[in-house]
């Protein structure tokens, strides 16, 4: 099977949470199929949730729908890189790829601050591709927080 990016669609739903005003970030899991079993972007505002964060709800979405607290073989996109939250949950759910775009000095958990998959502790540690349409994303998340100010 060839290669095919997701990173569009992730990018489409950090769009639709910018819209929602929420931090425009979004996320695609792909099954070992390649099929697209679960979408998402940050809806913390909108369900008073800390922890809806895009990959959070796509991973929910992704396991409900396959039945599994589990996602062996399965790839995780995401516009921007994992907080050490999501990152727990991306190496719980035994994501197989992680492929993200914009780098996030404040707030990442994978490249930066906690390194969560460089843990000791960390039990599954999903391949990693970080850069995917990085500017995309991070023209996104300027423009969103340029409005704000
Ligand atoms: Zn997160």
């Known amino acids: 099977m060839s290669f095919r990016s997701h990173m569009?669609?992730?990018?489409?739903?950090?769009?639709a949470a910018a819209a929602r005003g929420e931090v425009p970030v979004g996320a695609v899991v792909v099954a070992p199929d390649g099929r697209v079993?679960?979408?998402?972007?940050?809806?913390?505002?909108e369900l008073n949730d800390p922890t809806a964060h895009a990959e959070i709800l796509a991973l929910r979405?992704?396991?409900?729908?396959?039945?599994s607290?589990?996602?062996?073989?399965?790839?995780?996109?995401?516009?921007?890189?994992?907080?050490?939250?999501?990152?727990?949950a991306i190496s719980a759910a035994r994501i197989a790829?992680?492929?993200?775009?914009?780098?996030?000095?404040?707030?990442?958990?994978?490249?930066?601050?906690?390194?969560v998959f460089a843990h000791p502790q960390c039990h599954h540690v999903p391949e990693?591709?970080?850069?995917?349409?990085a500017r995309e994303a991070e023209t996104l998340l300027r423009g969103f927080f340029a409005e704000r100010r």
Do not use: F, W
Not at 37 to 45: D, F, K, L, V
Not at 97 to 115: E, F, I, M, N
Not at 128 to 133: C, N, R
């Open 8 to 15: 569009e669609q992730a990018l489409a739903e950090a769009r």
């Open 37 to 45: 079993a679960a979408a998402a972007g940050n809806r913390t505002r």
């Open 61 to 67: 979405a992704a396991c409900a729908a396959a039945g």
């Open 97 to 115: 790829r992680l492929y993200y775009g914009a780098t996030d000095p404040k707030s990442g958990g994978v490249a930066h601050g906690a390194r």
């Open 128 to 133: 990693v591709y970080d850069g995917i349409a």
């Open 69 to 88: 607290e589990r996602l062996p073989g399965h790839d995780l996109y995401v516009t921007l890189e994992p907080c050490p939250m999501c990152a727990a």
